[in-house]
């Protein structure tokens, strides 16, 4: 899976954010075995699953899921904190990915003064901010223009190109092009397809 | 996650909310300054009382003659103090002598029947009095026997037509002259109370001149106070007195006490008794205020927890564990309870200044008070917001996913 971007699709309400809360080890399922860089995590307790995506899992919520009274250059920075990365250290990679998202000049306002489109580039920078190993995206594009569209699905792009892997849940033709895989999700069971 | 940026958290959520954070620290703040106000007034109250009624009597043994029996031992003698003054030593702060005796006194209008007391050593600082005109006996003047003297702040109203011009007057005292020399102050102990309505003279003239008293001895007075330096030794004083007095006077062991020794702290400690039921009273209805206080920093608390749900799980997202969740949000609530008890005493502080220049009342808000504010106030805010937190540190980091 490294290295790879993964499309998730499916009519609203088959079961695609459930399935990446499952996979970016943000909640458990009722039933079956999740595994996660070849050691189960099924029935762990929440605080031992939480540590394990600590740095290592990196998401885009469908609203970027920025808290809106925190500065960008905080925003950024909040998992390298939870992490434990120096304030030196933190502030260099936050502004490094939010360069990465051209937005490096708004860096000390506050979330609720950017646009939409900014607001989900700064919460691709704070996903990318850590350089994690799996990029969870539930439908980063939605509500977004062609441009700023395009700006995510390059990033999320070159995240894969340099060994990451990205599982992205979309119904986005611009983005579509970006997956090596597509996995639908039709009356609760998920079924893989080829490249779309 | 470091404990700089535990701090740095809990900051950030205090200042993005500063109207929230204000209504909670002064939630706190409101119960903290209650329990703070009723304690300085208490405080104040309890000094005032033992300043008023005893002064520096508080801490005097007094010694008088045991009028219940009538021997050949008693009263006491003024030579007596210098005895007691000896062996006492290092306890001993202040020591006077006095005897009393009544007689008819005329200023500048018409006479009226005075008190009069002979009055040697440290009378004025035994009776915490001020002289409001002219001035007080010198040492050498109470030592002496000239027929001067100084009134009581009723006797010379009594007397004079204006107490002021009473100074450098003559009255007379049973139709002898006398210099008046200075005029006390109103006063504001029971034992300066005594002196109100007094002439007081230097012993040994009130002796000489004025003192028709067949009951005692020239030397002999009716009451010795030996004011003690500290209110504890009253009872260890005591007994070296008693010993003192039975060798001085000659009294054997076996004979009952030829003097009486006026126990004040016995007075003190019922008065004591009664502020402490009115503490009970105040401070219960204080700590109602401060639990009343605390249930609704909890409810603002909790509804905050309630509001900020998706933020935490959002935190969580980002890395944060439960843990992480439940110190900020007692941080929070730690340093809002910081905010509430500044804010507390400094309103303890205001109101007890206003309420002292309005009514009167008085406050004594010492820094062991504002401790106890702030200790109130932190751990009123840490019980109460640890359900919140304990709520936040509960949320599912699932809940990101819900714009």
Known sequence: MAGECIAVVGRSGAGKSTFLTILGLLDQPDAGTVSFLGEDVSGIPPAALARRRRGRIGYLFQDAGLIARMRVLDTVCLPMRYAGRAADDRKAAAYKA?????????????????????????????????????LVCDEPS??????????????????????????????????????????????????????? | MPLWNQIYMAVWSITTRPIRSCLMALTLGAGAGSVALATAILAGYGQQMERMVFGAYARSLVITENTLIHDRFGPPRVSDLEALDQEL?????????????????????DRYEVRLFGVVGDYQREANMAVAHGRAFTRAELAGAERQCMLGASAAARLFARPADAVGAPVRINGISCAVIGVFGPAETNTAERYALGVLLPFTAMVRYFDRSAHLAPDEANQLTVVLLVRRSISA????????????????????APFRFGDENASLRAMNRQRDLLTRLLFSIATISMIAAAIGYGGYTLSAVETRRRDIALQMACGALGSDILFQFMLESLILGVLGAAIGAGVAAGLGFLVSSLWDIPVALDPCLALAALAGSIGAGVAAGALPASRAAAAAPALAVKG
Request: with cysteine; proline share 4%; charged share 25%.
């Open chain 1, 98 to 134: 939010l360069d990465a998202v051209e937005l490096s000049e708004k860096a000390n306002r506050r979330v609720e003064e950017l646009s939409g489109g900014e607001r989900q580039r700064v919460g691709l920078a704070r996903a990318l901010a850590l350089g994690p190993q799996l």
């Open chain 2, 237 to 256: 004083a005591r007994e070296t007195a008693d010993r003192i007095l039975r060798r001085e006077h000659g009294a054997p062991l076996s004979h009952a």
């Open chain 2, 89 to 109: 030593g290092t306890l001993v702060e202040a020591r006077a002598a006095w005897r009393t005796g009544f007689a008819e006194a005329q200023g500048d209008g």
């Open chain 1, 142 to 196: 939605a509500a977004l223009d062609e441009q700023t569209t395009g700006v995510i699905g390059r990033l999320l792009s070159d995240h894969a190109n340099r060994g990451g892997c990205v599982i992205l849940a979309t119904h986005d033709p611009l983005l579509m092009p970006i997956a090596d895989r597509m996995i639908r999700f039709t009356n609760g069971a998920a079924i893989e397809e080829a490249k779309p």
